[in-house]
């Protein structure tokens, strides 16, 4: 074959591929069979309905106002102290949730910490360890039941 016949037979075959593609796009938005009028599909060096297509502009549409995401004031905080004798202090603050701890030259570390829950209710710990053992007391604890006399 020649190089003829090759481009003839591409041609052919992209013709086919776009024709079998186009049945599945349809008219162009606005347009049916009705208001394509006596278009025959025929090729005229131009398409039948590009004239009449009307600009966007001449839509009437409400203009979206722009969006501005609101500033949410986030305030956060975070200390750290410490000495040459052991004692130290940290602590932070968010929205979501807090820490503070010290520890005594003595060696009793106290200390505190805060959490928002998945069901959206504070959550608050307070604990010491000291000579007596580490030692809790939390708003998210079991409760046992009181005794029966």
Same mark, same amino acid.
């Given at each position: 074959?020649?190089?003829?016949?090759?481009?003839?037979?591409? =041609?052919? *075959?992209?013709? *086919? %591929?776009?024709? !079998?593609?186009? =049945?599945? *796009?349809?008219?162009?938005?606005?347009?049916?069979? $009705?208001?394509?009028?006596?278009? /025959?599909?025929?090729?005229?060096?131009?398409?039948?309905?590009?004239?009449?297509?009307?600009?966007? !502009?001449?839509?009437?549409?409400a203009a979206a106002a722009p969006y501005a995401a609101a500033a949410v004031p986030v305030? $956060?905080? &975070? /200390?750290?102290?410490?000495?040459?004798?052991? =004692?130290? %202090?940290?602590?932070?603050?968010?929205?979501?949730? %807090?820490? &503070?701890?010290?520890?005594?030259?003595?060696?009793?570390?106290?200390? /505190?910490? /805060?959490?928002?829950? !998945?069901?959206?209710?504070?959550?608050? $710990?307070?604990?010491?360890?000291?000579? *007596?053992?580490?030692?809790?007391?939390?708003t998210n604890l079991p409760v046992a039941p009181a005794a029966r006399y």
């Amino acid at each position: 074959m020649s190089n003829i016949a090759y481009m003839t037979l591409w =041609q052919v *075959l992209l013709s *086919l %591929a776009v024709a !079998a593609s186009a =049945q599945y *796009l349809g008219a162009p938005l606005g347009y049916s069979a $009705t208001t394509l009028g006596a278009y /025959s599909g025929a090729y005229s060096g131009a398409y039948p309905y590009a004239a009449a297509a009307t600009p966007l !502009a001449a839509y009437p549409y409400a203009a979206a106002a722009p969006y501005a995401a609101a500033a949410v004031p986030v305030t $956060t905080s &975070q /200390s750290h102290e410490q000495d040459e004798f052991g =004692q130290y %202090a940290f602590g932070y603050t968010s929205p979501e949730s %807090a820490r &503070q701890e010290t520890k005594t030259a003595d060696g009793v570390v106290r200390g /505190s910490y /805060s959490y928002v829950d !998945a069901f959206g209710v504070l959550q608050k $710990t307070h604990y010491v360890a000291d000579a *007596l053992g580490f030692r809790v007391a939390a708003t998210n604890l079991p409760v046992a039941p009181a005794a029966r006399y």
